[in-house]
């Protein structure tokens, strides 16, 4: 058969080779070197080893012709190698409860390509709203050498707080506030979301409120100022179905029946997430409660589906995306030798709609 070599039409930005295919192995081509990957693009070697470690620091042309040359060549970094001469791992440890909704997905995203731009990639662990676990994936991400840490939340064990507060990485914590951050904070009061739901419902003069929330801390956080706002107005009996982590419709389903065994006369339920909320809004429709003359519901989130339901819902909005892309430039400025504010409020507000 003949052989057919593609035409130079085929391959428009990429070079001729100048050097021998390469046998491949597994990690990548056998005996592949870094200067074999600059003499192919026309740089120096100290360029190839920029696109992979600052390439925010190479022109964007030189930059395209590296990476296509890497793809043609099939050439693998060793980070390790990299690693143990220059004490930089480009490695940034994410650990969050989940990403089944994008509650925090949003936040995951923009820290990712943020950091990603930079020339670092993010090695994502989820903890599922447990302190062992979180402390057991620290252990694992921290034998990676990371050269920072992004923690969702600020309740940690006190073993925890003492390790991170030893082993000298920038560390920058997530969704939460506090007055003794461990390093950095990027995130908004729970227990300040609980207060103005509280009086969102008291402008509305319910006099019956109820809670079905999650059991975390950040959770119970809200609980707390939810509770508190109300009893200053002199409610004191709140019907409330506290659940273990993660939230679901089915079980805002099921909740909404307990809550009405509790208070009979139930005219509002402030729902620990936006999922919570829909079983809640779907009980209530099964049940005749007319939703808002009769009851009133309040979510958490502004989950993608807040506007389709029916009525639409209201919720309490948080800007994912700021905190992901505030945290990552934090650490950025640590790690370039820069200071930044310890502390960022982002905030948070409601969003008002059908259901109250």
């Not at 936006?274 to 007319?290: C, N, Q």
């Not at 009525?311 to 400025?333: S, Y």
């Amino acid at each position: 058969m003949p052989n057919h070599k593609p035409s130079a039409a085929a391959t428009p930005d990429l070079l001729e080779p100048t050097v021998a295919p390469a046998k491949r192995q597994r990690g990548g081509p056998k005996g592949l070197r870094i200067t074999d990957v600059a003499a192919l693009a026309g740089v120096a070697p100290i360029t190839v080893s920029r696109v992979f470690n600052s390439p925010e620091t190479v022109a964007p042309e030189t930059l395209k012709r590296v990476r296509q040359v890497v793809q043609q060549l099939g050439y693998v970094p060793n980070r390790l190698a990299g690693g143990l001469s220059s004490s930089r791992s480009r490695l940034i440890a994410a650990i969050v409860p989940t990403i089944a909704h994008s509650l925090f997905s949003e936040t995951i995203q923009v820290f990712s390509e943020t950091m990603t731009r930079a020339g670092y990639q993010v090695l994502l662990a989820l903890s599922g709203y447990s302190d062992s676990s979180e402390e057991a994936l620290l252990d694992a991400v921290l034998s990676r050498r990371p050269e920072g840490v992004l923690l969702t939340g600020v309740a940690h064990t006190e073993s925890l707080r003492e390790r991170l507060h030893n082993v000298g990485l920038p560390i920058v914590e997530t969704w939460d506030m506090t007055e003794t951050p461990i390093d950095m904070l990027v995130g908004f009061s729970h227990y300040q979301i609980g207060v103005a739901v509280a009086e969102h419902f008291l402008q509305r003069n319910v006099r019956a409120p109820g809670l079905v929330s999650a059991n975390d801390e950040r959770a119970l956080a809200r609980r707390a100022g939810f509770r508190e706002r109300l009893a200053q107005a002199d409610i004191h009996e709140i019907a409330e179905v506290l659940v273990s982590p993660p939230s679901s419709v089915a079980v805002g389903k099921a909740a909404l029946p307990t809550l009405l065994e509790q208070a009979p006369h139930l005219d509002a339920v402030f729902c620990g997430s936006d999922l919570l909320a829909i079983g809640v809004l779907g009980a209530a429709r099964r049940l005749g409660l007319e939703v808002p003359s009769r009851l009133s519901i309040c979510g958490f989130g502004d989950l993608e589906f807040a506007t389709e339901t029916t009525p639409q819902l209201t919720t309490v909005r948080v800007d994912g995306t700021r905190i992901g892309l505030t945290a990552a430039r934090c650490l950025l400025d640590r790690l370039a030798g820069n200071d930044r504010i310890k502390v960022t409020d982002v905030g948070f507000h409601i969003v008002e709609r059908e259901t109250t």
